[in-house]
């Protein structure tokens, strides 16, 4: 493992305020970067050779500086940032980055003849990035090439679920955090199959397993053994011991302290962060601290028009889009009117589309 020993954490959180200690560095990531790029390019040759791949863009090639994350995004929500709850964000923020619900690579793979519903999405939802889960390279390359001929913006690879489904069974989401490799793979199989930007969503660690080291060891093995440059920070740890997907959001306690750390010790990288983050305040708070950009995952969703109505014009500058509530739900109500049914066997009904708040 890469020892970072230079570098400290205040293990109490405020915040967003200066939690780090800024001690003398002494190394950085960049310099173990420099150290291992050939080593790491041959990594990725093997991998192509292996999976056919396209085309491998490493970081020198892809401009690390060039990436820039949305100041803004919605989280990824399993049954909640669905087409019908993204049509209507969209309806309210022009700006906003919207995330699918995780998609299984499987799915996508095993669901060839039916893919539009699981990947089609209006035009009016751009930028939108497509999350998918898995643990099979093959699976992984397939997907997102089925992916590609959709338009997404981007695609993430989830390193944060634990959902005994997922993680447990399914052995992927937060426990593919244990394997910083395998990931770097993955990755790399995911950016050698499509032409957008791909970044990782995980934790700051699982179980036993939740120093800033570890951390740390698992960023510098991804970014140094795939094209990813942007890593998005649920800061806080999962618990693998059997509580629910819901209590894995409430009960390990937020470590923004990790999230500004990996800010100063990955120069070369860009980190959203998410995690409790719960109206337009807070999040330009985040951005004034230096965050590249910010995730919303339950407030944008449980209090969706107090949290998305103000983006445009609080975190772009941008002009409000004007609407009041009514002329949204007008603007849904077309929506709405129009995919009733289409789904077949009477879905979308309208409890499907009205359970958007
Ligand atoms: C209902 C629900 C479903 C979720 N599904 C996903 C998912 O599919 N993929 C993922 O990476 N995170 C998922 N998450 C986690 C969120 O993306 C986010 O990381 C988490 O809610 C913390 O952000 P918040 O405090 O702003 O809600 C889900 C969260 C909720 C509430």
Redesign the pocket.
């Known amino acids: 493992m890469v020892k970072f020993s230079g570098y400290s954490l205040i293990s109490s959180f405020t915040p967003f305020h200066s939690v780090i200690l800024k001690k003398q560095r002494r190394f950085s990531a960049l310099d173990l970067y420099s150290n291992n790029s050939t080593k790491s390019r041959r990594t990725l040759s093997v991998f192509a050779n292996k999976h056919q791949l396209r085309n491998i863009k490493t970081h020198t090639e892809m401009g690390v500086e060039q990436y820039r994350p949305p100041l803004f995004s919605v989280?990824?929500?399993?049954?909640?940032t669905d087409n019908h709850y993204r049509t209507v964000a969209r309806i309210i923020s022009k700006h906003a980055w919207l995330y699918t619900?995780?998609l299984a690579a499987e799915t996508i793979v095993h669901q060839q003849g039916d893919l539009d519903r699981f990947l089609a999405f209006s035009p009016e939802q751009h930028p939108i990035v497509l999350?998918i889960g898995g643990n099979n390279l093959d699976n992984i390359a397939k997907a997102t090439r089925l992916a590609n001929s959709y338009g997404y913006d981007e695609i993430n690879l989830?390193c944060?679920?634990p959902s005994p489904r997922v993680a447990g069974h399914g052995c992927f989401g937060v426990r593919l955090m244990l394997d910083p490799k395998f990931v770097g793979e993955a990755m790399s199989v995911i950016a050698a199959n499509t032409d957008v930007p791909v970044s990782v969503?995980c934790r700051i660690g699982l179980d036993d397993h939740d120093s800033y080291n570890e951390l740390c060891d698992f960023i510098y093995k991804v970014s140094s053994l795939s094209p990813t440059k942007h890593f998005i920070i649920?800061s806080r740890k999962a618990l693998l011991n059997g509580i629910s997907?819901?209590d894995n959001?409430r009960i390990p306690p937020l470590k923004y302290e990790y999230y500004y750390a990996l800010l100063r010790d990955f120069p070369d990288l860009r980190f959203t962060i998410?995690?409790?983050?719960n109206c337009v305040d807070e999040v330009n708070a985040a951005l004034r601290e230096g965050a590249h950009g910010v995730?919303?995952?339950?407030?944008a969703?449980n209090n969706l028009w107090n949290t998305l109505a103000h983006v445009d014009t609080a975190i772009y500058g941008a002009p409000s889009s004007g609407l009041t509530r009514r002329q949204v739900l007008e603007q849904y109500q077309v929506y709405g009117d129009a995919v009733l049914g289409t789904y077949g066997n009477g879905r979308p009904n309208i409890r499907d589309l009205i359970k958007v708040h």
């Open positions: 989280a990824p929500m399993m049954d909640w619900e995780m999350q989830n944060g679920c969503k649920h997907p819901a959001r998410n995690g409790g983050i995730m919303v995952g339950r407030a969703y």
